[in-house]
């Protein structure tokens, strides 16, 4: 059918209009419309070309969700997405400067290009011939995944770029991330619906990202930023970074606008203290600033370390604090029957999670706090990763009244209430008893009802003895339901007796019964940590068996004899005595035998030689494939010895992501230093 010349024209006149207003939005941060008229802009040109079919691939309206895709096809990163190596202060960016000057044998100062560093996910873009040919993840630097469904969603990314005539090809790597306030719209959305809340704008983006069904991602409005190109052919690019981010923009790809460039390491530490201070004013998350080596023809004679570029650095943010209100304290029972207080909050979204309790850790704690339930406090995470309440907030230097206030003859007052430790256990109401300084803990022991799901739990759990589907849930439900008193229990289970439990069927039952059945054949490395003996971890129960060799010969022993084994103290040595002194415990393990726990023996493997025997590892970092806790135990397996510091006797450093002063004394001591793809590549040699 013909197609009007108006026809022709509107569609030309729209496409052009949702570019250039993409365009403002998300390069230049100065939209002219408000969303419901890009809205309304986009809908009349998807009308338009479904109805005198003219949806051309790469134009605006092919970024639409489409049907799921099966599974996520691996991509091959021809160049390396690095990582970077991390820096926490002023000294430290100094000395990487230190290094580059040393590296290039140049006393002049360089131009570095710095930015914000955004907590999202890392993504490359490849455009071939202009058209966006694939997008996918950064993985494990080497191949990623293709998400390219899902990217096409993000209506701000661009489907085509003007990248001139003849063959080309570009790939952007950049940032995908959710803003503050798409996040807060995205929440009140799902609470209007009825619908569990998302947890933290970084998550939420890394699972957008990663579903099948890409008309799922549509309906989140993620954003990105571009932080760097790779593969560039026949593509004329400027030979230095901040010219090639304007090069980004003018072809209407997202860069961040609080980008700039900075000569020296002085002005680019003022610039990470400027972006510090408006960092909570910014729409997105951040938890740094990024600073690169602004030449191109300097970036290659640096060239790069194992696993990051020696030309970059992240400069990390001190960990985020927030105040909040505890609204509550709880007293939690642990698998050893240790009380613990726990302070419920207001929710607060803190370090790029949303805060809603947080453990107090002991009494002397809550006395040292002087902390009260209705207090307003500081919570920080630490570390990035814990959450810990640092300190009160004095009422008049209160810097936000809760619901809890009330207005007395014109002054705000709050209602605070002592904490007080229970006199007896929240769970089974048996006394609490006073254990050392510190502690305290429910006298009932296995019978407590908590300490007897804590420990099937620990029992079960991966570490452990590894019982796939006896999660969290399904141990309590078990219990209470009387199906099981203790461990042993576990292996009397059928499934008949529990397909028709909440959350089970005929299938998971079948399944949960195999995976109980397979949990039979172990290791006694991993069953000693299974028996939950107070100390006992990992490396420790690892060292236990290399000294010992038999189970029988770990029964047998007293505590003079275990404090002979190696890292094993006083302390530790009475916790695994007086286990193996009570005879209910003796009796547990016996039970677990004669249901067909079992190992192979380790006498023959004690006397064989270790093929790391004699040197000495330090991780740092995170380890994001294989935990530390679990690297730790194959070292000290393999016949290493783990530190925690770095010295001149160190051998060998495995480095992963938040690495700090530990990895940057390996490279001045010039230590062999491994990132975790290396380290796990080094294990599997030694197999």
Not at 157 to 166: A, F, K, N, S, T
Not at 242 to 254: E, G, T, V, Y
Not at 304 to 324: C, D, I, L, Q
Not at 547 to 570: C, H, Q, R, T
Request: hydrophobic share 40%; aromatic share 6%; with cysteine.
């Amino acid at each position: 059918m013909a197609i009007p010349d108006n026809i022709k024209r509107d569609v030309i006149w729209l496409r052009q209009q949702i570019a250039h207003h993409n365009h403002l939005y998300h390069s230049l941060d100065s939209p002219e419309i408000p969303d419901a008229d890009f809205d309304a802009l986009l809908a009349r040109l998807e009308r338009l070309e479904s109805e005198y079919s003219l949806a051309i691939l790469g134009l605006p309206t092919q970024g639409v969700g489409s049907a799921p895709v099966s599974k996520f096809a691996k991509v091959n990163h021809e160049l390396a997405m690095l990582s970077l190596d991390k820096v926490f202060n002023e000294k430290d960016l100094i000395d990487f400067e230190n290094r580059i000057a040393k590296r290039l044998d140049t006393d002049e100062r360089l131009d570095y290009s710095c930015e914000p560093k955004v907590d999202g996910v890392a993504v490359s873009l490849l455009y071939r011939n202009g058209v966006l040919e694939r997008a996918a993840t950064r993985g494990d630097g080497v191949v990623g995944e293709d998400i390219t469904h899902n990217v096409k969603t993000m209506r701000y990314i661009p489907l085509r770029v003007d990248l001139g005539e003849g063959d080309s090809l570009l790939e952007v790597r950049g940032e995908i991330f959710l803003g503050k306030e798409g996040f807060r719209q995205l929440n009140i959305r799902a609470e209007q619906e009825g619908k569990k809340t998302f947890v933290n704008p970084r998550n939420t983006a890394a699972g957008a990202i990663r579903q099948l069904d890409s008309r799922i991602t549509s309906k989140i409005p993620l954003q990105m930023y571009c932080y760097s190109v790779g593969l560039v052919r026949g593509v004329e690019l400027p030979n230095d970074l901040s010219s090639i981010f304007d090069k980004l923009a003018s072809l209407n790809l997202p860069v961040n606008p609080h980008r700039a460039k900075k000569h020296g390491m002085k002005n680019c530490f003022a610039y990470c203290l400027e972006l510090l201070a408006k960092r909570d004013s910014l729409e997105y998350e951040i938890d740094g600033a990024v600073i690169k080596v602004n030449d191109l023809d300097a970036q290659e004679a640096l060239g790069v370390n194992t696993r990051s570029p020696r030309w970059a650095m992240a400069y990390k943010f001190p960990a985020e604090e927030k105040s909040t209100v505890v609204l509550d304290v709880e007293f939690q029972v642990g698998r050893t029957g240790t009380i613990t207080p726990v302070a419920r909050l207001e929710p607060v979204f803190v370090g790029g999670v949303t805060v809603s309790n947080t453990t107090l850790h002991n009494m002397d704690e809550v006395q040292r706090l002087n902390l009260r339930i209705g207090d307003r406090v500081v919570v920080r995470r630490a570390g990035d990763v814990i959450p810990k309440i640092v300190k009160v907030i004095e009422f008049k230097n209160n810097p936000a009244i809760n619901s809890s206030d009330k207005k007395v003859k014109g002054k705000i007052k709050r209602k605070t209430k002592k904490i007080i430790m229970p006199l007896s256990c929240p769970v089974c109401d048996s006394p609490i008893e006073k254990n050392g300084e510190v502690l305290f803990r429910c006298s009932a022991g296995i019978v407590c009802p908590a300490q007897r799901k804590e420990a099937i739990k620990h029992y079960a759990s991966r570490t452990a003895m590894d019982i796939e589907g006896l999660g969290d849930k399904l141990v309590e439900i078990l219990v209470d339901e009387n199906l099981i008193e203790s461990v042993a229990d576990i292996y009397q289970l059928s499934a008949e007796k529990i397909s028709n439990l909440d959350r089970m069927g005929v299938k998971s039952a079948a399944n949960l019964i195999a995976s109980i059945d397979e949990s039979k054949r172990t290791t006694l490395p991993k069953f000693l940590l299974a028996l939950g003996i107070r100390e006992v971890g990992e490396a420790t129960a690892l060292s236990l068996v290399n000294y010992y060799g038999s189970l029988e010969k770990l029964i047998a022993s007293e505590v003079v004899s275990l404090e002979k084994v190696p890292d094993i103290g006083p302390v530790v040595a009475e916790h695994i005595h007086r286990f193996f002194a009570n005879r209910d415990n003796l009796a547990l393990i016996e039970k677990l035998q004669l249901h067909g726990v079992n190992w192979h023996k380790a006498g023959v493997e004690v006397s064989t030689p270790k093929p790391l025997a004699g040197q000495t590892f330090v991780l740092t970092g995170t380890l994001e494939i294989m935990p530390r806790n679990h690297a730790k135990a194959k070292l000290i397996d393999l016949g290493a010895k783990v530190s925690g510091s770095v010295s001149k006797n160190t051998d060998c450093v495995v480095a992963g992501p938040g690495a700090g002063s530990k990895l940057s004394k390996a490279k001045e001591l010039e230590l062999k230093i491994l990132d975790e793809k290396d380290f796990l590549a080094f294990l599997d040699d030694l197999n």
